[in-house]
């Protein structure tokens, strides 16, 4: 596959994998009584209200990122009222652990359907990369190729979301994820400290350094499960 055809597929399931992430955001905050996201009309699969809010990080980072080192880096960000985040901390940290969430449900849904291709004899197993881990069978439909490419891509870029936004370091969701693990005075108490900490800057070289070591070891050890029988 060329290079431009690879660019385009991993800014596809980039921009579709972090709109559901802000999506979950936002709808477990208007669930929880927040209606912040859901005004700003992040309560959405159309990925064009997260680019208005952050047209760096969803179109003009991502697209340098794949063009420089063959990987979309980005971000997006969804609203909400810190005012019902301090009143309601355990709906704050459900909120936070909805984006996560999202993500699981993303790679789980690759993973089924890659699943589904390697015993129908479409895909079979590739190699350790985002890109490749299920390749198309020699011979096949010419779709299966980009196809093989588009589910590697949805399964380990949303394996990667899900473990890096889980490490407990501000800005990141784990951060506030703790707070459903203490009491709500306790969780208050934990976003004074993180909430628009100094820390942050701090927590993303962290967050960088972890994932580095985390990712692999982790995804190799998930295609083992998701190869079983096979």
Same mark, same amino acid.
């Given at each position: 596959m060329d290079q431009l055809s690879l660019g385009i597929i991993l800014y596809v399931v980039f921009l579709f994998s972090v709109t559901l992430h802000e999506a979950g955001h936002a709808w477990a905050?208007? %669930?929880?009584?927040?209606? &912040?996201?859901?005004?700003?009309?992040?309560? &959405? !699969?159309? /990925?064009? #209200?997260?680019? %208005? %809010?952050? #047209?760096?990080? &969803? *179109?003009? *980072? /991502?697209? @340098?990122?794949?063009?420089?080192?063959?990987?979309?880096?980005? =971000?997006?960000?969804? #609203?909400?009222?810190?005012? =019902? @985040?301090?009143?309601?901390?355990?709906?704050?940290? =459900?909120?936070? !652990?909805?984006?996560?969430?999202?993500?699981? *449900?993303?790679?789980?849904? @690759?993973?089924?359907?890659? %699943? *589904?291709? !390697?015993?129908?004899? @479409?895909?079979? #197993?590739?190699v350790l990369s985002v890109t490749g881990l299920v390749s198309a069978v020699p011979g096949g439909p010419p779709m299966l190729a980009p196809l093989a490419v588009f589910m590697s891509a949805l399964y380990a870029m949303n394996l990667l979301l899900l473990l890096l936004n889980l490490i407990p370091v501000p800005p990141l969701d784990g951060s506030a994820v703790i707070g459903l693990l203490l009491s709500e005075e306790r969780a208050r108490r934990l976003q004074l400290a993180v909430h628009g900490s100094s820390l942050s800057f701090l927590g993303l070289i962290v967050a960088f350094l972890a994932i580095r070591e985390l990712f692999w070891p982790v995804c190799l050890t998930s295609l083992h499960v998701l190869f079983a029988g096979v």
């Open positions: 905050a208007l %669930r929880g009584g927040d209606e &912040t996201g859901y005004a700003g009309g992040q309560v &959405t !699969l159309d /990925p064009r #209200p997260h680019i %208005r %809010r952050e #047209p760096f990080g &969803t *179109v003009l *980072v /991502p697209l @340098a990122g794949i063009a420089m080192s063959g990987f979309p880096i980005g =971000w997006a960000s969804t #609203p909400y009222d810190p005012r =019902w @985040a301090y009143a309601f901390p355990h709906r704050a940290a =459900w909120m936070a !652990l909805a984006g996560p969430a999202a993500n699981l *449900v993303l790679m789980l849904i @690759a993973a089924a359907l890659i %699943r *589904v291709g !390697l015993f129908a004899g @479409a895909f079979e #197993p590739g």
